[in-house]
């Protein structure tokens, strides 16, 4: 053991300072983008982890409350939320998140877990159309879809100015979670089996559309599929809360810098013990 020590300060009282660089993913990014400059793989500066000097930080309560205000007000302003609220629409806005009891919330992944400043800011906004009774034995009648707005912050990445892809296949499961729920007579479903294809890396600070709708409806199974798409508009938030939109077509899903990341497919299967779970999806 004494050896090895020795060996081990001999080493490095042999390597200069300068050997023992702090590790800037910035550099290499950059390079890449040089190299192979398309739009699937732009790295803007906006994607990347913001450097302040010198500023004074809001308390995190404060930068949270803040965020979501910004956000929230940038989400009414969304055309196909607009239309989703309008009075001709069929789906009925829903908040599953906030209708969990706030001392099963701090437990819940993507309720508690994951909500925070620059990761989920706010809880994903939900729509929900269900087929024409909810409680026939066929798949016409039990169908169901869900539309989901959210906003993915910078502090969810996996490789420095991509988000995570474990984060998108965690939020497929959970906007799928709720849109079987309306096939089962209790309510609950539980996840047996996800296919995820990315397509396209997902940027942070975007606004979030994901589709999704059961497409067969088998006894206490469910099949599901879904798409997730960002919209064009960067979220740069100021210190009030106040959002800047400098283009209003950059709210359109269907806008020429929307893209879309990532299509899903999953079987959800009622469990025999559904009556003796905690329905969080019951709102």
């Known amino acids: ?45 906006q994607a990347l982890p913001s450097q302040t000097d010198g500023s004074p930080l809001l308390s995190q309560t404060q930068s949270l409350h803040n965020e979501r205000t910004g956000l929230d007000k940038l989400v009414s302003h969304v055309p196909l ?8 629409s069929t789906y009925k806005e829903t908040r599953p998140h906030l209708a969990i009891p706030p001392h ?25 159309s269900t087929g024409k009774s909810g409680t026939g034995t066929d798949s016409a009648d039990r169908a169901s879809s869900v539309v989901s707005v959210f906003h993915i912050g910078q502090d969810v990445c996996g490789h420095p100015g991509f988000v995570h892809g474990g984060l998108l296949t965690v939020l497929f499961d959970e906007v799928f979670a709720r849109c079987v729920s309306a096939a089962f ?14 397509r396209k890396p997902a940027l942070p ?3 979030y559309v994901m589709r999704t709708k059961t497409v067969k409806v088998e006894g206490r199974k469910a099949w599901v599929e879904g798409r997730m798409t960002y919209l064009p508009l960067t979220v740069p938030l100021s210190a009030d809360g106040h959002t800047i939109v400098p283009d209003a077509s950059l709210l359109h899903e269907d806008s020429e810098g929307a893209v879309m990341v990532a299509e899903a497919k999953a079987l959800f299967i009622e469990p025999k013990f559904a009556d003796s779970m905690v329905s969080v999806y019951s709102s």
């Open 81 to 88: 939320v607009q239309k989703l609220r309008g009075t001709q």
């Open 185 to 198: 007579p209790s309510g609950l479903g539980m996840t047996a089996n996800l296919n995820v294809d990315f």
């Open 1 to 45: 053991m004494s050896h090895i020590s020795q060996t081990a300060r001999r080493l490095f009282r042999s390597q200069p300072l300068s050997a023992f660089r702090t590790y800037s993913p910035a550099a290499p990014i950059a390079r890449l983008h040089e190299q192979h400059p398309n739009r699937s793989a732009v790295v803007h500066d």
């Open 104 to 128: 099963l919330r701090q437990h819940h992944f993507v309720g508690g877990s994951l909500t925070g400043v620059g990761k989920l800011a706010f809880a994903p906004y939900m729509w929900l």
């Open 205 to 207: 600070d975007r606004m």
